[in-house]
Nanobody, 115 residues
């Protein structure tokens, strides 16, 4: 059974930083497009950032320049470095792994940014 397990969430003051991690149990991790999504209370889940197996990245406009997604194919890990956090970044953050015929989500990790 494929699992994606997030960690690293927590409570931080505005302007602070957090690093989220996602551990994947997929057999061929490098085949997967990996991404981070978030869902704030009362809002739809939205894309934060994605990274291809070759390292090409894509970011939501709201986080570009503040967040950095990266991956380690050997360790089957994906990371989200979040800097200059704002209260509006408060949400549950989800890791996603997708490939042809496959789409997996983690259980989410809460990030709360206080003003």
């Amino acid at each position: 059974q494929v699992q994606l397990v997030e960690s690293g969430g927590g409570l931080v003051q505005a302007g602070g930083s957090l690093r989220l991690s996602c551990a994947a149990s997929v057999v061929i991790f490098r085949n997967y497009l990996m991404g981070w999504y978030r869902q704030a209370p009362g809002k739809q889940r939205e894309l934060v950032a994605t990274i291809t197996n070759g390292g090409s990245t894509n970011y939501a406009d709201s986080v570009r320049g503040r967040f950095t997604i990266s991956r380690d194919n050997a360790k089957k890990m994906v990371y989200l470095q979040m800097n200059s956090l704002k209260p509006e970044d408060t949400a549950v953050y989800y890791c996603r792994g997708s490939a042809i015929g496959f789409d997996y989500w983690g259980q989410g990790t809460q990030v709360t940014v206080s003003s």
